[in-house]
């Protein structure tokens, strides 16, 4: 039980709310934030709204700026690097994935398209041409293991790839977008409520679907205000409050910390 | 005769201009008021190295086109870092720049009075009488060819790429690719293809004016794009043959030649703002009928 | 070499406060409602000619002209607002659709106003030689009615409103303050400043149909350079940008002026990123 994938130490993070002559008042979001997640396991993070749980996620991912800490990751077989040192881009190179709350698919791409883009970046104008062999062999494997992620969770994908992503239904979106990190090379995958907006009954694909990407050997950290959800899916539960991880164990112990925390 | 050979030259180069417009603004969703002045850059650079550097028409294209590159780097390097508002000011402030240059750098570039005595390309053996004819051809192949060029393009990783960025910039970076990267470019690469339409342009004219690129022609070739497809390339086209007919149709309809200018723009000007009504009218109702389903 | 650098400090001083009041105009009615109102270039074009033709043509008087000047470009600015951006906002128009929109407009007053005056450029009456009271007047208003903003913002509570707006229109709907009034005060504010301003300046230097889109471009650098979206940042912006060109046309001639605002653009994007970066994530 200690092969780290993300070790993070000493983050602060605050947002300067407003400025009254020389005062500024700073609103302490995140407060030396300590965080050791264990590879191949799913870490889920609770913590009520406005603990900082977003911000942590884009901190990670690089999408908000933060100067103070340490955030290494240690990508299988390859030298560990600080997170912070990278900006976004390069950090999804390097093996960090994401999944954005709310949409998290290319709407005016279709599912084909939005399945290609979990692949590796082709720069020097993308291969314009197509004519790259081994890109296209790629591109034939990228797809029809996606294809096959989603008939396990119920989703025709014959059927849907000429579709816009706009078009689907908001769960047929989400298993989507948890194709494209399934397929991708990515390592760490942040999930940020997966859940929202999915009616109760789908619950279990979603799970299904998170099952799937850890038995791919990815670490995931989740984001998730549905304890429902939550306890479907048993692993490693941190509990964040006032800007740092307060306590960590089970999923069921946390719950239970949460629940007489929130009061109800 | 000759009306319509020059009629068709000049819709083949707006056809070129549009389609390398509509990549910056239809599909990334960058909206330019520069691209009359990356037109002008070209035929420039085009001109400038025949006639000063006494270079055949093919390299002196090759060098317009990689000028043209350079600039849309120089154009995508400060704005690709920030938001669409400062793309639309620097892509103005551009347009004002090279008109500055052209117009005040005189000793190179002709200043006021324009840059005249450049060249055309001769096919060997071919008469006086038959020139429009070739250069009717050749603006039709390098049309061709910069159409089957988007069309390849548009349907590769990189055009696919485009879409996703414009689509989503916040997923797009977190897919490991990079946003500034993309923009810069597709802004080049659409400056790039805009040359071959100003190298065309400066062959077939034989006569630069500095005030053939200013900001009315960069409204010109945006009202283009919006009028014929943000994203089709047989919409670049309708676009092109709408702006090249309309000053001819204005013209027939008799209007004074002092006040036509003006009026041309007023009524480019109402186009804009009609279709921008009819666009947002379009996509409500659309909504509508999708919600009552 | 005294006298030279205190006239190069007055000229900068007189063309920086005139930015940073346009750049002000701009920005009451850029920050608010985002919209890349460009059409403000073809108010300011609006407001001089109006000046030129009441003071030249008309032989108005100084005061008279450039009050109609200032409330013509007013009351367009709020027509406008209710007849196309108000509508195009409401049929669930994109930020894009809403700046082609802006672009339409704006060509179509410019040229509405070429084909009226002619494209020629219009010389202030006084045109033999620069009128010292010319230049003392325009930086003697524009720094009054900067100052006058600069506390009204501050301190009262229709600043107050404004900068609760700027910071989250939708929210001070829900608190039951009504956006619309707030909206076309905002619009006929910005549109005024656009014609005084435009009226003071077309006093001292004159002015052509393509004057407003250069002083637009500056102002917009202003706003930048200004970082954050904060008014007073934007009147900063403006003064630090009229002084650095009044050196400039100085040392290299009136040609180079827009170059200039460029270059310092793009060096301010190299040197502080986090202030224009702060400005252009709140547009996201």
């Known amino acids: 039980m200690n092969n780290p994938v993300l070790h993070i130490s000493n983050l602060s993070k605050h947002f300067a709310i407003s400025r009254k002559g020389m005062n500024m008042q700073r609103a302490e979001v995140l407060s030396s934030l300590h965080l050791i997640v264990e590879r191949g396991q799913l870490n889920t993070i609770l913590g009520s709204n406005g603990a900082g749980k977003t911000t942590l996620f884009n901190i990670i991912s690089g999408f908000e700026e933060c100067r103070r800490g ?11 690097v600080n997170l912070l040192r990278l900006d976004a881009s390069r950090r999804a190179r390097a093996g960090i994935g994401r999944l954005l709350q709310g949409t998290s698919v290319f709407g005016n791409l279709n599912v084909e398209e939005n399945i290609l883009m979990a692949q590796k970046p082709v720069y020097a104008f993308g291969n314009l041409f197509d004519k790259t062999k081994h890109i296209a062999i790629e591109k034939k494997k990228i797809i029809s293991k996606a294809a096959d992620f989603l008939a396990n969770t119920g989703m025709d994908y014959a059927q849907s790839r000429n579709r816009k ?63 429902d959800f939550v306890s479907m899916v048993p692993g490693t539960c941190h509990y964040l409050s006032e800007g740092k991880i307060r306590e960590s164990g089970t999923t069921e112990d946390i719950i239970f910390m949460y629940k007489s925390e929130q009061g109800c | 005769m000759e009306y319509f050979v020059h009629t068709a030259i000049i819709l083949n180069i707006y056809a070129i201009l549009i389609v390398s417009a509509q990549l910056v603004i239809g599909h ?123 069309y390849r393009l548009l349907r590769s990783d990189f055009g696919r790429n485009i879409r996703a960025m414009s689509d989503n910039e916040l997923l797009y970076k977190a897919s490991g690719r990079s946003v500034i990267k993309i923009k810069s470019q597709l802004i080049s690469f659409s400056a790039a293809t805009t040359a071959l339409g100003s190298g065309l342009y400066a062959v077939y004219m034989n006569y630069l004016d500095p005030h053939a690129f200013n900001l009315d ?33 204005l013209r027939f309809a008799g209007l004074p030649a002092a006040q036509g200018a003006s009026l041309r723009q007023i009524i480019f000007g109402a186009v804009l703002v009609g279709l921008m009504f009819f666009i947002s009218w379009r996509r409500k109702k659309q909504n509508q009928t999708n919600n009552n389903e | 070499m005294q006298e030279l650098l205190i006239q190069i400090l007055i ?46 043509g008309q032989q108005f008087d100084l005061a ?64 033999l030689g620069k ?58 504010l910005s549109g005024g400043i656009a014609g005084l301003s435009a009226g003071l300046s077309t006093n001292d230097l004159g002015i052509s149909p393509f004057t407003g889109v250069h002083v637009f471009i500056n102002a917009f650098i202003a706003v930048v350079a200004g970082g954050s979206g ?21 040392l290299a001639g009136s040609e180079w002026i827009l170059s200039l605002s460029f270059a310092v653009l793009i060096i301010l994007m190299l040197v502080k990123p986090d202030g224009l970066t702060g400005l252009a994530r709140r547009e996201a």
């Open chain 3, 131 to 188: 009128t010292l009271p010319a230049r003392y007047l325009q930086l003697i208003v524009n720094i009054i009615v900067i100052t006058v903003f600069l506390l009204i913002t501050s301190t009262t509570r229709f600043g107050l409103r404004l900068r609760a707006f700027r910071d989250n229109p939708r929210l001070l709907g829900r608190l039951g303050i009504n956006n619309f009034y707030l909206t076309g005060i905002l619009f006929l």
């Open chain 2, 217 to 249: 022609k960069s409204i010109l070739i945006l009202t283009g794009v919006m009028l014929g497809s943000l994203t089709r390339l047989r919409g670049a086209l309708a676009g092109a043959l709408i702006i090249t007919l309309l000053p001819e149709v």
């Open chain 3, 64 to 127: 008279s002209s450039l009050f109609i000047a200032t409330l013509f470009p007013a009351l367009l600015s709020l027509f406008l607002w209710l007849i196309i951006y108000k509508p195009l906002t409401n049929s669930g128009a994109e930020h894009n659709e809403l700046m082609v929109a802006s672009v339409g407009i704006m060509m179509i007053i410019i040229y509405l106003i070429s084909l009226i005056m002619g494209d020629d450029p219009k010389l202030p009456s006084s045109a």
């Open chain 1, 70 to 80: 340490e955030i290494m990751f240690y990508p299988a077989g390859r030298k560990p």
């Open chain 2, 28 to 150: 990334a969703k960058l909206i330019s008021l520069g691209q009359g002045a990356i037109f002008g850059a070209g035929a420039y650079f085009m001109a400038l190295s025949m006639i000063r550097l006494q270079i055949p028409f093919v390299p002196a294209i090759m060098i317009a086109i990689a000028g043209n590159a350079l600039i849309g780097l120089l154009i995508a390097w400060p704005s690709a870092r920030l938001k669409g508002d400062y793309f639309v000011l620097t892509t103005l402030g551009f347009q004002f720049i090279i008109f500055q240059l052209t117009y005040n750098l005189s000793s190179v570039t002709g200043g006021s009075d324009g840059l005249g005595g450049i060249p055309s390309p001769r096919w060997p053996g071919l008469s006086d009488e038959s020139q429009p004819y070739f250069i009717l051809s050749l603006s039709v192949f390098i049309t061709a060819l910069v159409f089957m060029l988007y």
């Open chain 1, 165 to 227: 992503a706009a078009s689907l239904s908001a769960a047929s979106q989400r298993l989507l977008a948890f194709a494209m990190l399934y397929v991708s090379e990515a390592e760490l995958l942040l999930l940020d409520e997966p859940c929202s907006g999915i009616h109760h009954d789908q619950l279990p694909e979603i799970a299904e679907a998170l099952r799937m990407l850890l038995s791919e050997q990815k670490t995931v950290l989740l984001i998730e205000h549905n304890l």
């Open chain 3, 11 to 56: 000229n900068g001083l007189v063309s920086g406060s005139a930015i940073a009041l346009v750049a002000l105009g701009f920005s009451l009615v850029y920050h608010t409602t985002r919209i890349f109102h460009i059409t403000f270039a073809a108010l300011y074009a609006s407001g001089g000619y109006l000046f030129w033709y009441l003071s030249v």
């Open chain 3, 230 to 250: 904060r008014i007073s940042g934007a009147v900063a912006g403006g003064l630090f940008l009229g002084i650095l060109q009044s050196a400039v046309v100085f």
